[in-house]
């Protein structure tokens, strides 16, 4: 059933950027190919991966604005890396040097010019557990959403020594800041086409978002429970605009988050300039339409068994 809503806003999407494919890549963000890369050992270490996955950043956001040549990869000894490292290599053909460990990478992003210093953040050793609710340190994540705009690593208490001794400087002390602050601070200095969802126990996938100037937030934690609070308010005046048809219930949601997520993306390509403002009306109402009367009632009663023709 969900496949059928994915497909359904895949197919729309890929209807309203036909005559521009380009338009396509700002959803599946594309940087160019780099000349070298940095091979990292495996790093088991939540904060060590905090500093590594921040120079990873720092370094695809280089390559990315034309400023450097080199990406990090972290040698991760698995069949499933393995095999996509080797088919990787075989396109790109970098040229491939291995390193000792984070710090040794992040010491050759020093002296590119491409690490001016480093952020400090307290690790969340909370007792909860991973993605659970619970007290929570938000810190690393902000550390994590201005190290593309200071130029810096993001590095635990636990390890600032490690980041004096390669000569870094501290740009920033973040451990008594929460995402909030972080948000009002730099909001307007941070992308409005992504946002990275990371909880501060874990290191993973910060590199996108440092790469692309994100705002990274927790979840849970307070700035994401106050969007889905806005969220549910504007489900809720969407689920009244069609009270004749739907019910809520957890399809009849399903179907709302498809059409949030192609209603931003097309209304994304008009202020781009990309599509016409009416063509971008034409999209969303025949979308909405569509996902009403018939993806609608493959899902089940009350998510939706009439026309709707509401303009959006």
């Known amino acids: 059933m969900a496949r059928t809503i994915c497909l359904l806003c895949a197919l729309v999407l890929l209807a309203s950027a036909a005559a521009q494919p380009e338009a396509l890549y700002r959803y599946w963000p594309r940087f160019p190919r780099p000349t070298t890369l940095i091979v990292v050992p495996f790093v088991g270490d939540h904060e060590e991966g905090m500093a590594f996955e921040t120079a990873a950043g720092l370094a695809a956001r280089a390559v990315l604005q034309g400023r450097g040549d080199a990406m990090l990869l972290e ?23 291995d390193v000792a460990d984070t710090w040794d990478a ?93 909880d501060p126990k874990s290191r993973v996938a910060r590199h996108l978002g440092v790469a692309l100037e994100a705002l990274t937030l927790s979840r849970p934690g307070p700035v994401h429970d106050a969007a889905e609070k806005l969220w549910e308010q504007q489900f809720e005046g969407w689920l009244h605009s069609f009270e004749d048809y739907l019910t809520d219930n957890a399809r009849t949601r399903g179907m709302y988050a498809a059409y949030r997520g192609l209603n931003q993306a097309t209304c994304r390509l008009w202020l781009n300039g990309e599509i016409e403002k009416e063509d971008a009306r034409q999209i969303l109402m025949k979308a909405q339409k569509a996902l009403i009367t018939e993806v609608g009632p493959l899902l089940g009663e009350g998510a939706g068994t009439h026309p709707a023709t509401a303009t959006p």
Not at 76 to 87: F, K, L, M, S
Not at 172 to 177: G, L, N, P, T
């Open 106 to 198: 992040i010491a050759r992003l020093r002296d590119a010019g491409l690490v001016r210093g480093y952020v400090l953040y307290r690790y969340d050793a909370n007792a909860r557990g991973f993605h659970e609710q619970g007290p929570i340190d938000e810190s690393v994540n902000v550390a994590t959403s201005i190290c593309s705009l200071v130029d810096g690593v993001a590095v635990s208490e636990r390890l600032q020594q490690r980041a004096e001794a390669l000569g870094l400087q501290l740009l920033a002390d973040v451990r008594e800041r929460d995402e909030a602050w972080c948000l009002q601070q730099y909001g307007d200095r941070l992308s409005r086409g992504l946002l990275t969802m990371a």
């Open 75 to 97: 040698d991760v000894r698995n069949t499933g890396y393995i095999r996509w490292r080797a088919g990787m290599e075989k396109l790109v053909q970098p040229r491939c040097i």
